[in-house]
């Protein structure tokens, strides 16, 4: 099911030029409407419900719905976004709550490193040898087909 906004909860990041949902969304699918300064989801069918949105949102007024087999009859499932971690606290139907509690990211805005840091043997993108091959593998060269 797809993220929606509660109207009532959103801020529209208190009319900054990009909501913070906007900013995060793999599928570029949550705008800001500049009339009500709320923010919503544009194509709700094309939502991955990855929750990223809802993560990231400071007044947690995004959720997903979640499909009937994941929180029939009542559960709900909510993260809560501190400066360095994610508390999720699911509640099932009889009641019982549990919570989760899951580092995030603290790695600045284009400062990641695509190798992990890891040296690599080859900087050829197209090569079938994938990083620290042959060393993790402990061979002396990689054999492949021809």
Same mark, same amino acid.
């Given at each position: 099911?797809?993220?929606?906004?509660?109207t009532? %909860?959103?801020?529209?990041?208190?009319?900054?030029?990009k909501?913070?949902?906007?900013? &995060?969304?793999?599928?570029?699918?949550?705008?800001l409407?500049?009339?009500?300064? %709320?923010?919503?989801?544009?194509?709700?069918?094309?939502?991955?419900?990855?929750?990223?949105c809802?993560?990231?949102?400071? &007044?947690?007024?995004?959720?997903?719905?979640?499909?009937?087999?994941? &929180?029939?009859?009542?559960?709900? &499932?909510?993260?809560?976004?501190?400066?360095?971690?994610?508390?999720?606290t699911?509640?099932?139907?009889?009641?019982?709550?549990?919570?989760?509690?899951?580092?995030?990211?603290?790695?600045?805005?284009?400062?990641?490193?695509?190798?992990?840091?890891?040296?690599?043997?080859?900087?050829?993108?197209?090569?079938?040898?994938?990083?620290?091959?042959?060393?993790?593998? %402990?061979?002396?060269?990689?054999?492949?087909? %021809?």
């Amino acid at each position: 099911m797809p993220s929606f906004v509660i109207t009532e %909860k959103c801020d529209g990041c208190k009319a900054l030029d990009k909501t913070a949902c906007q900013y &995060v969304c793999p599928n570029d699918l949550m705008v800001l409407n500049k009339d009500s300064m %709320k923010a919503y989801n544009q194509e709700p069918e094309m939502c991955w419900e990855c929750y990223s949105c809802v993560k990231i949102c400071p &007044v947690q007024a995004i959720e997903v719905r979640g499909y009937a087999d994941f &929180v029939p009859m009542g559960a709900t &499932v909510t993260p809560m976004r501190s400066t360095d971690a994610i508390m999720w606290t699911v509640k099932f139907r009889n009641g019982m709550l549990k919570r989760f509690k899951f580092p995030i990211r603290t790695t600045e805005e284009g400062k990641a490193v695509p190798s992990g840091g890891y040296a690599t043997a080859h900087d050829n993108l197209n090569d079938c040898i994938l990083a620290q091959e042959p060393e993790a593998l %402990k061979l002396d060269k990689m054999y492949t087909l %021809k």
